[in-house]
């Protein structure tokens, strides 16, 4: 689809083709490559189909690694925006991902990932209503790191020096934000599905 761009209201989905092998790796040991794959297909499609309430009043980019962006319309549908990640450690793809939100005109941006079931409509709506009145707003999770993050303006500091995908990214998050002095709005915490022993909170 065109990529033209009206609402002041931005969400990021970052996701990944369900290629058996190389989408939820960490729970192939429990599920198989091809169970695992079929289970991010799943939260992936839940996720989107939440985003998609919001539609009319939020624009919506899907922001994808593993397969190409014809193969992402067959799967998640032609009326979503999507682009390869950029390159990059994640701090590095995020602050890509806002700035380049921003730049095209956003106000309000909320960036999640498709790992939390969850995760719905209603909070997704309780995240801008957040940023009206918030630098940050944020979602952590059981793990120690975070499902969302909103901000509306551009704070790579909160993305740098970073511990990725370990249980004090969220802490280590908190700790920069409130270094800079950032008004901060949390969520409340869920539940990532990213290894065997979260199978059981699914």
Same mark, same amino acid.
């Given at each position: $689809?065109?990529?033209?761009?009206?609402?002041?209201?931005?969400? &990021? &989905?970052?996701?990944?083709?369900?290629?058996?092998?190389?989408?939820?790796?960490?729970?192939?040991?429990?599920?198989?490559?091809?169970?695992?794959?079929?289970?991010?297909?799943? $939260?992936?499609?839940?996720?989107?189909? *939440?985003?998609?309430? @919001?539609?009319?009043?939020?624009?919506?980019?899907?922001?994808?690694?593993?397969?190409?962006?014809?193969? $992402? *319309?067959? +799967?998640?549908?032609?009326?979503?925006?999507?682009?390869?990640?950029?390159?990059?450690?994640?701090?590095?793809?995020?602050?890509?991902?806002?700035?380049?939100?921003? =730049?095209?005109?956003?106000?309000?941006?909320?960036?999640?990932?498709?790992?939390?079931?969850?995760? =719905?409509?209603?909070?997704?709506?309780?995240?801008?209503?957040?940023?009206?009145?918030?630098?940050?707003?944020?979602?952590?999770?059981?793990?120690?790191?975070?499902?969302? &993050?909103?901000?509306?303006?551009?704070?790579? =500091?909160?993305?740098?020096?970073?511990? +990725?995908?370990?249980?004090?990214?969220?802490?280590?998050?908190?700790?920069?934000?409130?270094? @800079?002095?950032?008004?901060?709005?949390?969520?409340? $915490?869920?539940?990532?599905?990213?290894?065997?022993? =979260?199978?059981?909170?699914?």
């Amino acid at each position: $689809m065109t990529d033209r761009r009206s609402a002041e209201k931005h969400l &990021i &989905i970052f996701t990944r083709y369900p290629k058996p092998g190389k989408a939820k790796t960490r729970l192939i040991p429990a599920l198989g490559a091809a169970g695992a794959a079929a289970l991010h297909r799943q $939260m992936a499609e839940h996720t989107v189909s *939440q985003a998609r309430l @919001l539609q009319g009043d939020v624009d919506i980019d899907v922001l994808f690694v593993g397969g190409d962006r014809a193969q $992402m *319309q067959d +799967w998640l549908g032609h009326d979503l925006h999507y682009h390869p990640q950029s390159v990059g450690d994640l701090g590095d793809r995020i602050t890509h991902a806002f700035q380049s939100a921003f =730049d095209r005109g956003a106000k309000f941006v909320v960036a999640i990932g498709t790992d939390c079931p969850d995760l =719905d409509a209603s909070l997704l709506t309780l995240a801008f209503q957040k940023l009206v009145t918030h630098d940050l707003v944020i979602g952590s999770a059981t793990d120690g790191g975070y499902y969302l &993050i909103g901000l509306h303006y551009p704070i790579p =500091d909160l993305f740098q020096n970073i511990t +990725w995908s370990t249980s004090i990214v969220y802490q280590q998050t908190i700790a920069i934000a409130e270094k @800079l002095q950032l008004s901060i709005a949390n969520l409340p $915490m869920l539940s990532d599905i990213d290894r065997p022993e =979260d199978l059981e909170k699914f």
